[in-house]
């Protein structure tokens, strides 16, 4: 069935699926005819959405019509279940039914299940956490394959590093510096990328480092820099705690005798086994309580933004009192 159900807080990654779409199934003249988009705001979106894709084509190429921001698998009235349940098995083969959103489907609710049993696609667009390091310079080493820029191994690092998993900042990196690449076969070096590439000397995983050397003045000043940078609240605490985990997960195993760094990697959740040399250095001062100790904390934390409770002040609170568990390992 023609139906495609997109979700997931990679906004660009998603956008450049939804265009490819839009190119593969209307035909640029018949464009005004064919296309539909259903704010998510509009009253009885999903409803006339339904209507609409029933519609017979006009002239060359399809019907494409999508649903923006939907709520129809987190919460589906009964009324809207219905129509679905009668129009996904008859939607004519050249109208295609677009249904995107930032969050998770609900794997529970009956309109889920539908979409799911009628789709050609349903497919996330996950940011790469910012801890799996991995994974990033795999994604930075994929956008210049398919942009044509050559990078060494370091100048992927350090692309990684400088963008995070922002993959919009990282195609609109990557395509400055094919530019001025073109006509060049030689990778770009690290001193090019340096004076390139945008400068982000402060991330989420710095804020880290300084906190587990108990190091407040700098935790502070880090966490200062990302809040200046727009940097939201809870994408730093989710940083944060994917980062205290997988140090206690590396600890735990160091602490019971396990020294099989591919055994090390697989429970701690890491791609790579070669980190787990660095990750154990981070925390050889640490124990396997100071870290346990940061988790509450870090989920205290997490709570309390959720509901509402002023950012700044509450990340800085937070940050002092993990800085005063880990300081202990240095003193």
């Given at each position: 069935?023609p139906?495609?159900?997109?979700?997931?807080?990679?906004?660009?990654?998603?956008?450049?699926?939804i265009?490819m779409?839009?190119?593969r199934?209307?035909d640029?003249q018949?464009?005004s005819?064919?296309?539909?988009?259903?704010?998510?705001?509009?009253?009885?979106?999903?409803?006339e959405?339904?209507?609409?894709?029933?519609?017979?084509?006009?002239?060359?190429g399809?019907r494409?019509?999508?649903?923006?921001n939907?709520t129809v698998c987190?919460h589906?009235?009964?009324n809207?279940l219905?129509?679905?349940?009668?129009?996904l098995?008859?939607?004519?083969?050249?109208s295609?039914?677009?249904?995107?959103?930032?969050n998770k489907?609900d794997?529970r609710?009956?309109s889920t299940?539908?979409?799911?049993q009628?789709?050609?696609?349903?497919?996330e667009?996950?940011?790469?956490?910012p801890?799996k390091?991995?994974?990033l310079v795999?994604?930075?080493?994929q956008a210049?394959?398919?942009?044509?820029?050559?990078?060494?191994?370091?100048?992927?690092?350090?692309?990684?590093?400088?963008?995070?998993n922002?993959t919009?900042?990282?195609?609109?990196e990557?395509?400055?510096l094919r530019?001025y690449?073109?006509n060049?076969?030689?990778?770009l070096?690290?001193d090019i990328i340096?004076?390139?590439v945008?400068?982000?000397?402060?991330?989420?995983?710095?804020?880290a480092?300084?906190?587990?050397?108990g190091d407040?003045?700098?935790?502070?000043i880090?966490?200062a820099?990302?809040?200046?940078?727009?940097?939201p609240?809870?994408?730093?605490?989710?940083?944060l705690?994917g980062?205290?985990r997988?140090?206690?997960?590396?600890k735990?195993m160091?602490e019971?005798?396990?020294?099989?760094?591919?055994?090390?990697?697989?429970?701690?959740?890491?791609?790579n086994p070669?980190?787990?040399?660095?990750?154990?250095?981070?925390i050889?001062l640490?124990s396997v309580q100071?870290?346990?100790?940061c988790?509450?904390?870090?989920?205290e934390?997490?709570?309390s933004?959720k509901q509402g409770?002023?950012?700044?002040?509450t990340l800085?609170?937070?940050v002092i009192e993990l800085?005063?568990?880990?300081?202990?390992s240095s003193?």
């Amino acid at each position: 069935m023609p139906i495609y159900v997109y979700w997931g807080e990679d906004d660009f990654a998603m956008e450049k699926a939804i265009a490819m779409l839009r190119d593969r199934v209307l035909d640029p003249q018949w464009i005004s005819f064919n296309y539909t988009s259903f704010p998510p705001d509009q009253a009885d979106a999903a409803i006339e959405a339904l209507n609409q894709v029933m519609t017979p084509t006009f002239g060359a190429g399809g019907r494409l019509v999508w649903l923006i921001n939907t709520t129809v698998c987190q919460h589906c009235p009964e009324n809207v279940l219905a129509e679905l349940g009668r129009s996904l098995p008859v939607i004519p083969e050249n109208s295609f039914l677009l249904l995107t959103s930032r969050n998770k489907p609900d794997e529970r609710l009956k309109s889920t299940k539908l979409l799911k049993q009628f789709a050609t696609e349903f497919r996330e667009f996950p940011l790469i956490p910012p801890w799996k390091t991995e994974l990033l310079v795999q994604s930075v080493n994929q956008a210049a394959q398919t942009l044509g820029v050559k990078l060494t191994a370091k100048t992927s690092e350090l692309l990684a590093e400088s963008v995070g998993n922002d993959t919009r900042l990282l195609y609109n990196e990557m395509e400055k510096l094919r530019l001025y690449a073109q006509n060049s076969n030689k990778p770009l070096d690290v001193d090019i990328i340096s004076k390139l590439v945008r400068n982000t000397t402060q991330n989420s995983l710095q804020l880290a480092a300084a906190i587990r050397t108990g190091d407040t003045a700098k935790a502070l000043i880090t966490l200062a820099d990302l809040i200046n940078a727009s940097e939201p609240g809870l994408r730093i605490v989710a940083t944060l705690i994917g980062q205290f985990r997988t140090w206690l997960w590396v600890k735990i195993m160091m602490e019971s005798g396990e020294r099989n760094q591919q055994a090390i990697a697989i429970a701690a959740d890491i791609g790579n086994p070669k980190r787990i040399y660095f990750l154990q250095q981070e925390i050889r001062l640490l124990s396997v309580q100071q870290l346990i100790s940061c988790l509450p904390l870090l989920l205290e934390l997490e709570v309390s933004l959720k509901q509402g409770a002023s950012e700044m002040s509450t990340l800085q609170t937070k940050v002092i009192e993990l800085c005063q568990i880990c300081r202990g390992s240095s003193q």
